[in-house]
């Protein structure tokens, strides 16, 4: 199986900050991979998927980048509402596999 | 709007079974893949199954493979997920989840999750 693996899996970081997270493939998987948001309590929430492709609806300061084994996951400028944990998965290569998560805590 | 809720979750014994159930709404749902995801408490989403649009092609991630059923009645609009050989390790939220884009999907539409406990 593909092994994801996110970093770093806590951040600091102030308002109005650039935000840039990592999520490395033990193998390449093309663009196969979706970035999500979750919030304490709730579902996760996709923000990114085919590495680049921005979920309609979500906010413009999110973008995605990266192919074969190397990804992230920018916020050009962090805002009070984007504290959340942020997972990255893996999709059309069974099975589905989801990073461990980045826990974004704001200064 | 799309609307996913779960329900079916309880306390279950060590190798007992339990099914999980999914309506489904504000969507044609006999015209999309579904998934279940499950999170155990504390830890990030894992993929459990999911089923094509007709029923007739289901995967499952290898901890679950034999003793996971997933399905799905088109007709109800409905999703379903028979568990069976439980153990302490199944313990966690349950999401239905929608993959807009066929076979090979991201999902991006969830329900509210239903909690499975399993213990004796």
């Known amino acids: 199986d593909i092994q994801m693996t996110q970093s770093p899996s806590t951040l600091s970081a102030s308002i109005g900050d650039r935000v840039t997270i990592t999520c490395r493939a033990s193998?390449?998987?093309?663009?196969?991979l979706a970035w999500y948001q979750q919030k304490p309590g709730k579902a996760p929430k996709v923000l990114i998927y085919k590495a680049s492709s921005l979920e309609s609806g979500v906010p413009s300061r999110f973008s995605g980048s990266g192919s074969g084994t190397e990804f992230t996951l920018t916020i050009s400028s962090l805002q009070p509402d984007d504290l959340a944990t942020y997972y990255c998965q893996l999709y059309s290569i069974y099975p589905y596999t989801f990073g461990q998560g980045t826990k974004l805590e704001i200064k | 709007e799309v609307q996913l809720v779960e329900s079916g979750g309880d306390l279950v014994q060590p190798g007992g079974s339990l099914r999980l159930s999914c309506a489904a709404s504000g969507f044609t749902f006999s015209s999309y893949w579904m998934s279940w995801v499950r999170q155990a408490p504390g830890k990030g989403p894992e993929w459990v199954a999911n089923i094509n649009e007709d029923g007739s092609e289901r995967h499952y991630v290898d901890s679950v493979k034999g003793r996971f059923t997933i399905s799905r009645d088109n007709a109800k609009n409905s999703l379903y997920l028979q568990m069976d050989s439980l153990r302490a390790e199944d313990t966690a939220v349950y999401y239905c989840?929608?993959?807009?884009?066929?076979?090979?999907?991201?999902?991006?539409?969830w329900g509210q999750g239903t909690l499975v406990i399993v213990s004796s």
């Open positions: 193998q390449s998987i093309s663009s196969w």
């Open positions: 989840v929608r993959d807009p884009s066929g076979s090979g999907s991201y999902h991006n539409n």
